[in-house]
């Protein structure tokens, strides 16, 4: 049974709830600042390789820059928002009383987060399409129906957080959560099917291929891997949070526990969790963008769309960056006389 929660108790939570809030906004802002400086570096990158090269790397940029915008006017709004309200409150039972919900600035920032999920998600699960082409598409089936169901409750969350009454507050975190989860299933499925076809070609190549060679596909699982794992592992714990008010109907003053390091951890995993989703695909993007991941592939099974590892340039400057530069024509060449010999 929950302990009754005083004026004193609501006051510490409202200020502990300001804080964290506003903890969250203000380091949102410096992940926009990482997401600027990727996206700066891979336009830099872009316009530095020739132009035969660029094919298949200009929509990834768009995406890029899409996802940038949209994630940035998102945090504005927030973090305008959390400023307007601490200027009117003077301690944590004000703030909670002035915390605006179902305002324009929560929708339009709602909105174009949505945005960002649909434009990440859909990176996530094109290249996952990308890497069946050709054979298994039947696998993308479910990744793309978890996607439209998230999309679906996105818009219903939207528009249900636009009603200021209680009821719609409270059924728009139930889909929140629900968004999250089914977001989370996402991930985990593209990436189950992007680490299961990549290991399924490194043991069919594994006798044809000499074995200095096979780093390159070490090197490509891991960049696939770790593109989702983490937005995957952050989703599951971020959705497992927002579980336990949504069970309480909302009423964070039933909760018997600590209500204070739940609010806290509930905004750290938030913080991580939406960092991540606009962080995760901008990731892909600059591997691309820069020549270290595949762009697009006719053949599910070509061995020859994965890069090298990452290497730098210590000698003198040509006119072509070297993150941008074509090395792997010797190793192509070897590869596909080894497909040829299968």
Known sequence: MASPWTKADR?????????????????????????????????????????????????????????????????????????????????GLSYLAVEPTGTWQNIFSETTFFFVFILGDGLLLYRCYLMLFGGWLWLVALPILTYLATIALSIFQIVTFAQEEGDGIRIAISMECARNILSVATNIIITFIICHRLMSSHKRWAESLPTKRLVVYSAAMRILVESALPLSVAGIVQAGLQIVPVTLGGRISDYTGNRNALIVAMSTSSLIYYALLAIAPQMVILRVTTGRSWAKTERSTDVEIFSRSLAFNHGARGNESELSRDNDDETNEEIDKSEKSV
Do not use: H
């Open 11 to 91: 006051n510490e939570y409202g200020l502990v709830y300001a804080k964290a809030r506003y903890a969250n906004y203000a380091i949102t802002m410096f992940t926009t600042g990482i997401q600027f400086f990727m996206m700066a570096y891979s336009l830099a990158i872009y316009f530095e390789t020739p132009r035969e090269k660029r094919k298949g790397r200009a929509p990834y940029l768009v995406i890029g820059c899409l996802i940038f915008i949209l994630s940035t006017l998102s945090a504005c709004t927030d973090i305008a928002i959390i400023f307007n309200s601490l200027l009117e409150a003077s301690d």
